[in-house]
T-cell receptor
Framework: EAQVTQNPRYLITVTGKKLTVTCSQNMNHEYMSWYRQDPGLGLRQIYYSMNVEVTDKGDVPEGYKVSRKEKRNFPLILESPSPNQTSLYFC?????????????FGPGTRLLVL | SQKIEQNSEALNIQEGKTATLTCNYTNYSPAYLQWYRQDPGRGPVFLLLIRENEKEKRKERLKVTFDTTLKQSLFHITASQPADSATYLCALNLSGGYNKLIFGAGTRLAVHP
């Protein structure tokens, strides 16, 4: 089954304690993204990756890092989480066919930073 | 400024009626527009894509229109069912911007039996 998986699904942490949210896709897609979703604001892109070792900032990259060492994995790293990073996070994997892109989203990770 | 607007208030309709959701945007030139469905606690699921040169696209009970002059897309669900209750998101893909989707905040649809 084609899917995007994220772990953990729920996480409570404290300010300043480094954490990593993993993302993995089994569709051999080159393109992957991380979004955060906050009430009333919609999904906002944090970082994206066009291929292995190729990453770039999205609209809200501050406080986040990513890496893409393998095609299937795209972890999101919060080096020093702060309460304003409390949010719902989604990883997405993108297919591009006929010039059109379709994103497949993971199930989400709900993060609470105290 | 650039923005995408979807009705923030929930849309409540009776089962069997047609639900119409609106997505308006300003100061963007999208290459195409997508609609997603999102259930509580789940990731968005792709429904339909419509290009800038297409006026209308259909998929089963779903229909999307795209008016680049009005800068508006309408999303219709005909013969709505309680199982259609969810939040629906529109997203613009900006011209020339690969992997650059801009999402609206979504409209919650509630279909009542």
């Amino acid at each position: 089954e084609a899917q995007v998986t994220q772990n953990p699904r729920y996480l409570i942490t404290v300010t300043g304690k480094k954490l990593t949210v993993t993302c993995s896709q089994n569709m051999n897609h080159e393109y992957m993204s991380w979004y955060r979703q906050d009430p009333g604001l919609g999904l906002r892109q944090i970082y994206y990756s066009m291929n292995v070792e190729v990453t770039d900032k999205g609209d809200v990259p501050e406080g986040y890092k990513v890496s893409r060492k393998e095609k299937r994995n795209f972890p999101l790293i919060l080096e020093s989480p702060s309460p304003n990073q409390t949010s719902l996070y989604f990883c997405a994997s993108t297919t591009r066919e006929g010039g059109e892109e379709t994103q497949y989203f993971g199930p989400g990770t709900r993060l609470l930073v105290l | 400024s650039q923005k995408i607007e979807q009705n923030s208030e929930a849309l409540n309709i009776q089962e069997g009626k047609t639900a119409t959701l609106t997505c308006n945007y300003t100061n963007y030139s999208p290459a195409y527009l997508q609609w997603y469905r999102q259930d509580p606690g789940r990731g968005p699921v792709f429904l339909l894509l419509i290009r800038e040169n297409e006026k209308e696209k259909r998929k089963e009970r779903l229909k999307v229109t795209f008016d680049t002059t009005l800068k508006q897309s309408l999303f219709h669900i005909t013969a709505s069912q309680p199982a259609d209750s969810a939040t629906y998101l529109c997203a613009l893909n900006l011209s020339g911007g690969y992997n650059k989707l801009i999402f609206g905040a979504g409209t919650r649809l509630a279909v009542h039996p």
